[in-house]
């Protein structure tokens, strides 16, 4: 029931998209149009770490509970809002609610699930993604055109509601025996960091040029940020980041593979359907059918990759395999022209679904497996903040340097554009394939995760992962 939560965050966003136009003409919210999408985006990375950090202090449960009650209460006010502030403040409201159900949810699943199954279940609810974007804009679009777009929140609050009183009610779960310990000022202060990271990536070469004062300044306030919170979290009692988890090398490692491919897999969503359109003269239902078997790919293999891992225990293996995959599909992905049969595409695209795949659920089961059960939450929230930056960053740097430099140089030339921004995005997941061999043959992080998180083995107590991450 908690995958129901990922489901119903995951479509509302692909249902949103749709509806936007629709959404911003009604509430006269036109010139506010990107608030719309960006209130949203700003919240919900802004909740993933903290919502994994008070995860692990009141609670898995308690926390999943409370994100959805949030996301039904902003869903709630959009549905009823009648003013473009209206519409982006229960829209940040929203994205709240959302950014904490996706690590909560995942989080959950350390609670219900063995450790040596996790990978399994979190392939399952990786799926939802896929299959929410595939839903998502003709549901949308149906709602939109034959009720009213207020209808689709309206939906996500009578959906939440469900799934409030079913995981309230049915799901039991252990309480955390923590003492409340809250890093205010780490909160704050990492809130600062990401707020300058979210409005670099949504303005830089769209609202305002890459060199511009707004941007350059974002920039220098990421970095104070950034270099206030060091301080920050040494001397906070609870850090909301705590230094046990990030110079974990297993977390690291995972962490750095997240933000890689995110780079490289948010270029790749938002670009291919354009290329497919501009270079190959597909119409936009035709791009999207193509995008099908990578979707396909993505999930199957994840599930499969889950399956493996239920039976050997062997998790480190797939980050490579998915990372190489990845790298090889896009190097032959840009070396497509005009004249290359539609077959060829579609085998391209479903490698690189199959390498991602290998990578986005394996290492969120790979990192619950290197931790104690009390930095699950913290530890997984962690990696997905990762991949949240990573494709943010992906969209915005891709992006920018497709419309400023390549295709100025190029002087039009879309093909040699495209094919030299895929090279260019090959250039993360061949670091993110580094970063994964390096990893596997370190040894420990193979097949930790068939092993109980918190089963003593005398050293004063400790697990197997905590000895693991002392050494």
Not at 437 to 463: C, E, Y
Request: with cysteine.
């Amino acid at each position: 029931m908690f995958g129901m939560g990922i489901f119903l965050a995951a479509l509302d966003q692909t249902v949103v998209a749709t509806a936007l136009p629709t959404i911003a003409e009604d509430v006269r919210a036109t010139r506010s149009l990107s608030w719309i999408v960006t209130a949203y985006t700003l919240a919900a990375t802004v909740a993933t770490p903290i919502a994994g950090r008070l995860s692990d202090t009141f609670g898995h449960k308690p926390v999943f509970l409370a994100a959805m009650g949030i996301f039904v209460a902003g869903s709630l006010g959009i549905a009823m809002a009648s003013s473009p502030e209206q519409l982006i403040a229960f829209r940040a409201v929203q994205g709240i609610g959302g950014g904490a159900l996706g690590v909560a949810a995942f989080v959950l699943v350390a609670d219900v699930v063995p450790a040596a199954s996790r990978a399994r279940t979190q392939a399952y609810l990786g799926s939802v993604f896929g299959v929410a974007s595939i839903v998502g804009p003709p549901a949308g679009g149906m709602l939109t055109s034959t009720l009213s777009w207020r209808w689709i929140f309206f939906v996500n609050v009578a959906a939440g509601m469900v799934i409030l009183a079913t995981v309230a009610g049915v799901l039991k779960t252990a309480r955390s025996n923590r003492p409340p310990s809250l890093d205010l000022a780490g909160m704050i202060t990492l809130t600062g960091l990401l707020t300058c990271v979210v409005l670099v990536s949504s303005w830089a070469g769209t609202v305002y040029a890459w060199a511009s004062r707004p941007v350059v300044g974002l920039m220098a306030m990421s970095l104070l940020f950034a270099v206030v919170l060091v301080p920050v979290e040494r001397r906070a009692a609870a850090p909301v980041l705590p230094s046990a988890v990030w110079r974990n090398r297993v977390v690291a490692a995972y962490a750095f593979v997240g933000f890689l491919m995110s780079l490289t897999l948010f270029c790749m969503i938002t670009y291919m359907p354009v290329f497919l359109q501009l270079v190959f003269g597909h119409s936009a239902a035709e791009s999207g059918l193509l995008l099908v078997p990578f979707m396909a790919a993505v999930m199957l293999t994840s599930i499969g990759a889950g399956r493996v891992i239920e039976r050997t225990g062997e998790h480190a293996i797939f980050p490579v395999a998915g990372c190489g995959l990845v790298t090889l599909a896009l190097l032959l992905i840009a070396s497509l022209n005009a004249a290359d049969p539609v077959a060829e595409t579609v085998a391209l695209l479903t490698v690189f679904g199959a390498g991602i795949g290998m990578v986005m659920q394996v290492i969120v089961a790979g990192v619950q497996a290197a931790v104690p059960q009390p930095m699950i939450g913290t530890a997984t929230a962690f990696v997905m903040l990762a991949r949240s930056v990573g494709g943010l960053l992906g969209v915005s740097a891709f992006g920018g340097f497709f419309s400023e430099v390549v295709t100025d140089r190029l002087q039009g030339d879309l093909a040699r554009a495209f094919s030299t921004m895929f090279l260019m995005s090959a250039l993360p997941s061949l670091f993110a394939f580094c970063t994964a061999v390096w990893l596997w043959r370190r040894g420990p992080a193979r097949a930790r995760s068939n092993r109980p998180d918190t089963k003593p083995t005398g050293r004063s107590g400790q697990s197997r992962e905590q000895q693991v991450h002392d050494e």
